[in-house]
């Protein structure tokens, strides 16, 4: 009888124990599902200001064809990405080329002068900056997420029910800075 | 301390901080009541009256603060500088985003204020925005974010008000004696003078704990150093820090019971205000201390 009932309690507290864990990991991911959107919402506001930038840009240097392919090359890069690690890709690609694009107007004084032109710019570094901050949001998360799942004991049961560890959105390498904080 | 233990911690001590304040002055206003002959009534007036305070500074205090120090709110088509540093870091920090006010005033400081962090306010001098380099500007916000986001700044408000009505209602029982001393004769008078001093030396501990709860040092630096992760760039909040220490300008609105919630304290210690209750107040660390573990990051 005493066995039985034994056995009745240590199966309780695994389904117990089972549910809790269940319950924080699927907390965690949803965070992390939530912050990734913060990303999409700026890379599509990015994504958006192109069309116009070109347009701006093409108005006062018609002969610079082969950067305006790059940029809409990496633009369609970006549509066909899905996963963070492909859509992280896709928009250091896109960094790079809005890059060489800016570069080229430097030597078209009246592009420069343009009001229109200043405010794309404006936007779009204020955009690139949001993009950065979201980024830094999600990989908070993610690293607690994936943390979360790998630690002892919770790694049984996050491998029983599934949970997979989720993809980091990493920066470009030129763009990394290193900074140590301590308590 | 983490942030998420500095989160609970709060969150218990704001409680704490209202009910001590309804027991205490029922207590005080049922030994008042004892000695003056109002009888149990003053009880139950003691009793509603800090009831009534402890709850609506719970909900009205940041508005209140506010009005207190002139601040005026502004949006992104007034000052795009501003609100956009606030906005990236409360997509860094994953905080909604909190509502943004101005005090006309060319000293450098700022505080935050709101019960949690979707009823939150961050507040700066225009002097901020005038002689602040954006990444500095940053630094600030991002210090006052983090108040926000740890729930330091429903801790510090409530205790500016409750603080304030402490104050206020010591001052009006201390005019209430006084009152009914000189219609007494001389011995009574001098009873009466006695207990005021006794009621001040109840209620000074109260002050000082509740300040102290409010203010630790710790706070400051935790703030300090959440700002520094969510921005990335420590240099940017001690530079910020270093053009406060330099400058000796005062802040005009802050008065001793809002200095604490304040980046830098600022009063400045100015002479007269180095009694011993202007001590109390003493309440954020050296400057240079912060500047020098947040140039160590």
Redesign the interface.
Known sequence: MTTVLLVFAIIAIVAVAIWLTYNTLIVAKTRVQESWSGIDVQLKRRFDLIPNLVETVKGYAKHEKEIFENVSKARAAMLGAKTPNEKASADNMLSGTLKSLFAIAENYPELKASENFKELQDELSDTENKIAYSRQFYNGNVLDYNTKIRIFPTVLIANLLKFEEEQFFKADESEREEVKVKF | M?PYNQIDSNKRKTWAVMFLFVVLVTLIGYIFGQISGYGNSFVVFALVFSTFSSVSSYYFSDSLVLAISGAKKVDKSVSPQIY?AV???C????ISIPQIYLIEDTAINAFATGRDPKHAAVVFTTGCLTRLEDEELEGVAAHELSHIKNFDSRLMVIVVILVGSVTLLADFMARSFMFRGRSRDDNKANGIIMLIGLLLIILSPLIAILIQLAISRNREH?AD?SG???T???QGLANALEKIAADKELLEVANKATAHLYISNPLKNQKDSVSWFANLFNTHPPIGDRIARLR??
């Open positions: 983490t956009r906005e990236n870091l997509i860094g920090a994953g935790l150093a520094a992760l969510l990335r760039y420590p160590s990051m």
